[in-house]
């Protein structure tokens, strides 16, 4: 299993292991570091051209869509 | 043309006020594949002023969108009457394209008043499109705010997500 999907399926599960309270969350200094320099960023103004990422998700509908069920 | 999209130009031409938050919000801040999430719902902030969402009803009117509010059609006729009551109860507007778009018109964004979030909106282009987008700071706010299980959940996944932006060095430990 590649490194990023290990991460976010570590994510998914201490989430899932703990109660699921509601109410607010505090965000850590890393966190909001790491929003802060996306803001920062070139990437992150106005005008800038994001047509990739609808069709990324477009993409990913898609290659599911066809999926079918093996066996 | 991406039903989305057509919405979002129908939009402009009522001159409809609008921000797109929520993790599509949060999807057009991406700057790699690694941090989009999927999602269906399309969630749009409006202030709250009758006026503007009556435009924003008509505008989906005209691209097909099926309105509701509380799971039944919205009622008929849609006018200034009614969108002062909806605005009145703060109460959502979701406009629907059978299976292909889910969109939400919400009067409501946890911690945040309208105002603050257009001031400071990013303007994303999508296939020559103008998207109004909350900023990233914004959105996560709003979900930290709110803290629902679905809030929890974006949150650690897309902290992790960015943790990937850092260099190696500034990067913090990874949870065990």
């Given amino acids: 299993m590649d490194p990023e999907t290990k991460r976010a399926l570590e994510a998914i599960d201490r989430v899932c292991e703990t109660p699921t309270p509601t109410g607010p969350v505090e965000l850590d200094p890393d966190y909001l570091k790491a929003i802060e320099r996306v803001e920062s960023s070139a990437l992150d103004q106005s005008g800038v051209d994001k047509s990739w990422v609808r069709k990324i998700l477009q993409e990913s509908r898609d290659h599911w869509r066809r999926a079918r069920l093996l066996g | ?176």
């Fill in chain 2, 1 to 176: 043309m991406d039903a989305f999209l057509s919405l979002v130009n129908a939009l402009h031409a009522r001159e409809v006020r609008f921000v797109l938050i929520g993790v599509w919000g949060a999807n057009y801040h991406a700057q790699s594949a690694a941090v989009v999430f999927t999602t269906q719902d399309h969630d749009l902030f409006l202030p709250p002023d009758p006026k503007n969402l009556l435009g924003a009803w008509t505008a989906c009117d005209e691209v097909g969108l099926e309105l509701s509010t509380s799971a039944e059609p919205l009622d008929r006729p849609r006018d200034l009457w009614l969108a002062e009551r909806i605005v009145r109860l703060r109460a959502l507007t979701r406009a629907a394209l059978a299976d292909e778009l889910l969109v939400d018109l919400t009067l409501v964004m946890a911690g945040f008043e309208f105002e603050t979030v257009w001031r400071d909106r990013r303007t994303f282009r999508d296939q020559e499109v103008e998207i109004p987008v909350a900023r990233l700071s914004h959105i996560v706010a709003s979900k930290a705010t709110a803290g629902r299980p679905k809030d929890r959940l974006f949150l650690e996944t897309h902290k992790e997500a960015l943790r990937d932006l850092l260099p190696k060095e500034e990067r913090p430990p990874e949870a065990s």
